[in-house]
């Protein structure tokens, strides 16, 4: 791979919460880099602060050492440049799928006929045109989880930041959402960074897995999964890859 | 790219049409009953009392008609109307506004908060004196008292439904380049908590009507003027065509907000 600057440092990451029994030191030092258009995984055990990671590099939460930075831009917010998906979808209720999609094409002066074409180019990427005028409440989880990654790849963020995603569906529209969003990332070549504690859907997804380890959270070691997509479990390599994971969490 | 979509939309609600219509007339019936059962024993206890105490049913029914047919009774409502709108319209915007300003701002709750707490418990009827030396014996003074007692039911209402937005959505709305106070509450927080507002909204569209008695009681025209008036004259057949004719008013207001609540709150 040529040299070139990653599209996302994290820096140094420590966080530190004032518990009751005394601070508790939930991240230190983790470090590393996520190269333009690659889809790495974090994988962890509960409790490694996976998801105070994720919400730092988010911007949602201010770390208490180091820094993010994204496209040589620390980040110190929520911005259009980073995409969230969370594992309870949290879709805006009064609104349809298409207003939840254009949701973030409703400023920067996009005009209405610019948005309404964006709006069904992404239902029809993730497989839901037919439902533009449907509400949250009438759909399933998988549904609703494609209305959220619709909705965030709308913007055309920099980075997508998924956490969980589908942790609260079951195992067959896992599979099927995991084979659609290494179609959607192949094909929009989105950099992505995916939070898990499945190690399968880690190495079935990722080109390269952050291991992370608990008390305090910190990076134990950066897998890379040279397997060819796409990817089975009874493929070489994949197995040894798994059980290299598995050992190490 | 095509992808399957497996799972499928939920449509529970149409297999059961024709059961929820066989259980609106089973409704109806009760409803009706009930109803005939009441102007029985009212018409039963009336026949024991001298009409002065308890009219019967159809003493009232004939002093309906003629409060109606002699125009009274219109003007009397055309009255009231001419504060109870402005009292629940000003009172309504300025509870939402309020409960929306105080519980979307910690700094505005803190420094507002003990004189929310002093004025709170005070009754609108307490607030006559106000009425008459700040706006006279008018629409302006009733309005003010209507105002008080709605102002207080959407302020809660609205302050507990922001207070209750999620976090998480407004995180989203951030990270879809959402920025500042007022484009949040206009994109996120009004509408995530727009079923709580229209409910204070309802609830506080009837306590309207209520308060347009007491709004009276200092001497403007109304309603409720006429039902004190007839109060003092013993004429408790006219007490009660102007309490049928509140109710009714109140009943066509709050079938009318339901509707209008039902549609803006389809997404739910």
């Not at chain 1, 990654?149 to 055309?156: C, E, I, K, N, Q």
């Not at chain 1, 995603?165 to 990332?185: R, S, Y």
């Not at chain 1, 950066?222 to 089975?232: F, G, M, Q, S």
């Not at chain 2, 929306?100 to 004196?129: E, F, K």
Request: with cysteine.
């Amino acid at each position: 791979m040529a040299v070139e600057t990653p599209r996302v440092r994290v820096e140094g990451i420590g966080k530190r919460f004032e518990g009751t029994n005394g601070p508790v030191q939930a991240l230190e030092g983790v470090t590393f880099d996520v190269a333009d258009g690659e889809f790495v995984c974090i994988v962890g055990p509960s409790g490694c602060g996976k998801t105070t990671l994720f919400r730092i590099i988010a911007g949602l939460e201010p770390a208490t050492t180091g820094r993010v930075v994204l496209d040589g831009d620390r980040v110190d917010g929520p911005s259009t440049d980073l995409g969230l998906v969370f594992q309870e979808y949290h879709l805006f209720p009064w609104r349809t799928v298409a207003g939840n999609v254009g949701f973030g094409l409703e400023r920067d002066g996009v005009a209405t006929t610019e948005r309404e074409r964006r709006v069904r180019e992404l239902l029809e990427l993730v497989g839901l045109d037919g439902f533009a005028d449907a509400y949250p409440r009438d759909l399933s989880g998988g549904m609703k989880q494609r209305v959220a990654l619709a909705r965030a790849l709308a913007v055309d963020p920099g980075l997508l930041l998924m956490d969980e995603p589908f942790g609260a569906v079951d195992a067959q529209t896992k599979k099927l959402l995991q084979d659609e969003l290494l179609d959607i990332w192949r094909e929009t070549g989105k950099t992505i960074l995916f939070v898990t504690h499945d190690v399968e859907e880690a190495v079935k997804l990722a080109d390269r897995v952050v291991v992370m380890a608990k008390e305090p959270g910190r990076l134990r070691e950066v897998i890379d999964v040279d397997v060819e997509r796409p990817r089975e479990r009874s493929d070489d390599g994949f197995g040894a890859t798994y059980q290299r994971l598995l050992d190490l969490i | 790219m095509a992808i399957d979509v497996s799972e499928d939309v939920d449509h529970a609600t149409d297999a059961l049409g024709g059961s929820v219509a066989d259980i609106d007339a089973r409704r109806v019936v009760r409803g009706l009953g009930g109803l005939l059962a009441f102007l029985l024993v009212w018409t039963g206890a009336s026949l024991t009392q001298p009409s002065y105490v308890l009219p019967s049913p159809l003493v009232v029914a004939e002093t309906f008609v003629a409060q109606a047919a002699s125009g009274e009774m219109f003007v009397a409502l055309g009255n009231s109307v001419l504060h109870w709108i402005p009292g629940a319209v000003f009172g309504t915007g300025l509870g939402v506004a309020a409960g929306i300003a105080l519980a979307w701002s910690p700094y505005l709750d803190d420094v507002t908060s003990p004189v929310v707490r002093v004025l709170r418990p005070v009754p609108p009827l307490a607030l006559i004196g106000f009425a008459i030396a700040w706006f006279g014996i008018n629409h302006a003074g009733a309005a003010f008292i209507i105002a008080v007692g709605a102002f207080w039911i959407n302020f809660y209402a609205t302050y507990g439904g922001v207070e209750g937005v999620s976090e998480d959505l407004l995180d989203v709305a951030r990270s879809l380049g959402v920025e500042g106070d007022l484009a949040l509450i206009r994109t996120v927080v009004v509408p995530a908590s727009l079923p709580e507002i229209t409910t204070g909204m309802r609830t506080g569209i009837g306590r309207c009507w209520m308060l347009v008695v007491a709004s009276e009681i200092f001497g403007v025209a109304g309603i409720g003027r006429r039902i004190l008036r007839a109060s003092n004259n013993l004429q408790v057949d006219v007490v009660i065509t102007y309490i049928l004719v509140l109710s009714l008013m109140y009943l066509v207001v709050d079938v009318a907000f339901r509707a209008f609540q039902r549609r803006a709150l389809a997404w739910r």
